[in-house]
């Protein structure tokens, strides 16, 4: 089978290094890929939204399987255009795809159907959300109904970070469109995990959990990120078989029967972001994708072929499809360019890149061949993410410690907590209150 990988992050070098490793997978291409999908797949420069070039990219050169990594794609139709040429693509309809892309649906989708969540009211006129901030108690969490980039919500403290949030999001439109309708939602307290299926249209396949670092900081102090870490499993307070079982019938199974009567059956992987909280579990949100960094910890523990769930899904019958994974924790740790999430310089070249160290991983995120230099340069916030694979969490950590610390780019930044001890929220103060 000829595959092709869309984006070019840790998640896309995560999924191309696992298919890579299937006897189905004869040839592999990414677009536009980073330095590392170059070390399994052959780059093809077609940028990740750009759909008509990426649909002559797949007719042209007879892909037989398009595997969509990021949320932008998905929510510019990619998976409609493809079924349309009869081109089979692993990934969920625009209109699925709004489990995500549309904070407001999903939000309406949970509520009609049972599903626990944090209670939101949804504004598309300014004086009426400002009302409705004057009137609620603080702490509250502003969102943005569209696609931000990750940036686009808010946890305010007051009053006045709360308004201050509004008026940036729908009076100064700093995300466009996407904040010109948001939600309002009740601030919900605890601890969070990420849990991901994949889903062909109707079957849940069994769930796979793991837990993100999204603060810039030791100890979750700083501005939020991308995910800067990551490990899986969960510890058991966060996950176990009867929280997988209450998640299973309470969140993932009521959401695809929702999608699926209501004419947008879902396929492809489902990721909820969960939080633990003093009232049950709740939904934060749904991403209709894998998560980047949570798929660079999990794809190691994947002992299946990656490419016969792909393939299952999106030809929408996964029956027969199993899913087995190494009980052996991961751990990964985002190496960064200095001044992430904030500004920061690229160009700089990567020492220790091919250096093998037993049960270590790296995988490429910003990363680019520079021509000139025929070096790796860095190319993004997100650089690399050096990951372990070990029999306890304490060794799988150690080892990707161990990777991290032969990496070297001028500038690197990386935390030096993940995975250590059982993850805290860190309290939030005055002006950091903006996640
Ligand atoms: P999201 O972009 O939806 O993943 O949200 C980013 C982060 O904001 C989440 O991972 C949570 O840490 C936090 N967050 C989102 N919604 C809430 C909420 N209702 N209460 C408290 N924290 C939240
Ligand atoms: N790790 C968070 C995300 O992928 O959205």
């Known amino acids: 089978m000829r595959v092709l990988v869309i984006g070019g992050g840790g998640r896309e070098h995560a999924i191309a290094w696992k298919l890579s490793q299937s006897p189905r997978v004869t040839e592999l291409l990414a677009a536009p890929g980073n330095a590392g999908t170059a070390q399994v797949a052959e780059n093809v420069a077609v940028g990740a939204e750009d759909v008509d070039g990426l649909l002559r990219l797949a007719q042209d050169r007879a892909v037989d399987l398009t595997v969509v990594g990021l949320e932008a794609a998905l ?50 006129d300014y004086d009426d959300a400002r009302r409705y901030v004057e009137g609620s108690p603080a702490p509250v969490v502003i969102k943005a109904d569209g696609l931000a980039a990750g940036k686009g919500v808010v946890v305010a403290r007051t009053k006045k970070d709360a308004l201050d949030a509004l008026r940036l999001q729908m009076v100064e439109r700093t995300f466009g469109a996407s904040g010109d309708r948001v939600l309002i939602e009740e601030y919900l307290e605890g601890e969070e995990v990420s849990v991901f299926a994949f889903v062909d249209g109707r079957r849940v396949s069994p769930l796979v959990a793991a837990c993100d670092y999204k603060r810039q900081g030791d100890g979750d102090t700083g501005p939020n990120t991308g995910g800067v870490g990551a490990y899986s499993p969960p510890p058991p307070h966060l996950w176990n078989d009867d929280i997988c079982r209450e998640v299973r019938s309470r969140i993932i199974e009521p959401v695809v029967r929702a999608l699926s009567e209501e004419g947008a059956p879902y396929t492809g992987a489902l990721y909820a972001g969960l939080m633990h909280t003093g009232q049950g579990l709740k939904v934060i949100e749904f991403n209709c994708r894998l998560g980047d960094p949570e798929a660079q910890v999990l794809l190691p523990r994947l002992i299946t072929d990656l490419a016969d769930v792909m393939i299952g899904v999106a030809r929408g019958d996964l029956t027969g499809v199993t899913l087995a994974w190494d009980p052996r924790p991961c751990v990964g740790v985002v190496l960064t360019s200095g001044g992430y999430p904030g500004t920061y310089e690229t160009g700089f070249a990567i020492d220790g890149l091919d250096v093998e160290q037993p049960n270590a991983m790296l995988f490429h995120a910003g990363t680019r061949l520079d021509a000139a230099s025929r070096r790796t340069v860095t190319d993004g916030g997100r650089v690399l993410m050096a990951v372990g694979l070990a029999p306890t969490l304490g060794e799988a950590r150690k080892t990707a410690y161990d990777r991290a610390a032969v990496v070297g780019f001028e500038r690197a930044f990386w935390r030096t907590d993940i995975a250590s001890s059982e993850r805290r929220r860190a309290p939030l103060h005055g002006k950091e209150a903006s996640l």
């Open 75 to 124: 929510a510019a139709g990619i998976a409609d255009r493809f079924a349309e040429a009869g081109l089979l693509l692993f990934g969920p309809t625009q209109s699925a795809a709004r489990i995500e892309t549309s904070k407001a649906f999903a939000k309406d989708l949970m509520l009609r159907h049972g599903v626990p969540t944090a209670a939101a009211a949804v504004f598309d």
